[in-house]
C-alpha cells in the first residue's frame, strides 16, 4: 500500500466526500488501489473499467458522436466519461482516465503515452493532458500516481 492512496482516503472521509471512478488505461489500477484502503466503501462507490467505445457509451453515457468527433482518447471524451460516472453513481466526485498505455495504439497527434484525466464535481469538470514516458507498466502508474494526487490536492483547497 502507497501512502497516497491513504492521504487520498484520508481526506475524503475527513470531508465526507464519495468517488467513483471509469478507467479505460489504467485498467482498474485506481480503483484497486483506493479500495485497498481498509474502511474504503464508506468513500468509494464504484469503479468501471470502460476499455471498449461501446462500453463508455453503454456505461457511462459518453455520446457516440463525441467519440466520433473527437476520439476515444480526448479530453471531451474524459469529461463525458468523469459527468457520467458520477451522474450514474450519484457521487460527489467523478473521475476519469482515458489514454494510450502502449506499446501499441500510438498515432501522430496522440503518441504512446498520452492521457486525459477529468474529474466532476459540483463545481463543474475538469481536464489535464498528460503525457508520459516509459513503458506500459510505468504510464499505468504514473497515471494513477497523477490521478490521485490530482484528487488530493482538489480536495485539500476546497477544504
Given at each position: 500500500?502507497?501512502?497516497?492512496?491513504?492521504?487520498?482516503?484520508?481526506?475524503?472521509?475527513?470531508?465526507?466526500?464519495?468517488?467513483?471512478?471509469?478507467?479505460?488505461?489504467?485498467?482498474g489500477?485506481?480503483a484497486?488501489?483506493?479500495?485497498?484502503?481498509?474502511?474504503?466503501?464508506?468513500?468509494?462507490?464504484?469503479?468501471?473499467?470502460?476499455?471498449?467505445?461501446?462500453?463508455?457509451?453503454?456505461?457511462?453515457?459518453?455520446?457516440?458522436?463525441?467519440?466520433?468527433?473527437?476520439?476515444?482518447?480526448?479530453?471531451?471524451?474524459?469529461?463525458?466519461?468523469?459527468?457520467?460516472?458520477r451522474?450514474?453513481?450519484r457521487t460527489?466526485?467523478?473521475?476519469?482516465?482515458?489514454?494510450?498505455?502502449?506499446?501499441?495504439?500510438?498515432?501522430?497527434?496522440?503518441?504512446?503515452?498520452?492521457?486525459?484525466?477529468?474529474?466532476?464535481?459540483?463545481?463543474?469538470?475538469?481536464?489535464?493532458?498528460?503525457?508520459?514516458?516509459?513503458?506500459?507498466?510505468?504510464?499505468?502508474?504514473?497515471?494513477?500516481?497523477?490521478?490521485?494526487?490530482?484528487?488530493?490536492?482538489?480536495?485539500?483547497k476546497?477544504?
Amino acid at each position: 500500500m502507497n501512502a497516497l492512496e491513504e492521504e487520498v482516503a484520508h481526506i475524503l472521509l475527513s470531508q465526507k466526500l464519495t468517488i467513483a471512478v471509469a478507467e479505460s488505461c489504467p485498467g482498474g489500477l485506481i480503483a484497486s488501489r483506493l479500495t485497498n484502503i481498509s474502511g474504503s466503501s464508506a468513500f468509494f462507490e464504484r469503479g468501471a473499467v470502460t476499455y471498449s467505445n461501446l462500453s463508455k457509451t453503454e456505461m457511462l453515457g459518453v455520446p457516440k458522436e463525441v467519440i466520433e468527433t473527437y476520439g476515444a482518447v480526448s479530453e471531451q471524451t474524459a469529461k463525458a466519461m468523469a459527468e457520467g460516472i458520477r451522474k450514474q453513481s450519484r457521487t460527489d466526485l467523478g473521475l476519469s482516465v482515458t489514454g494510450i498505455a502502449g506499446p501499441t495504439g500510438g498515432a501522430p497527434g496522440k503518441p504512446v503515452g498520452t492521457v486525459f484525466i477529468a474529474l466532476s464535481s459540483d463545481r463543474g469538470t475538469e481536464c489535464q493532458k498528460h503525457l508520459f514516458k516509459g513503458n506500459r507498466e510505468t504510464i499505468r502508474w504514473e497515471t494513477s500516481e497523477t490521478a490521485l494526487r490530482w484528487i488530493r490536492n482538489c480536495c485539500q483547497k476546497s477544504a
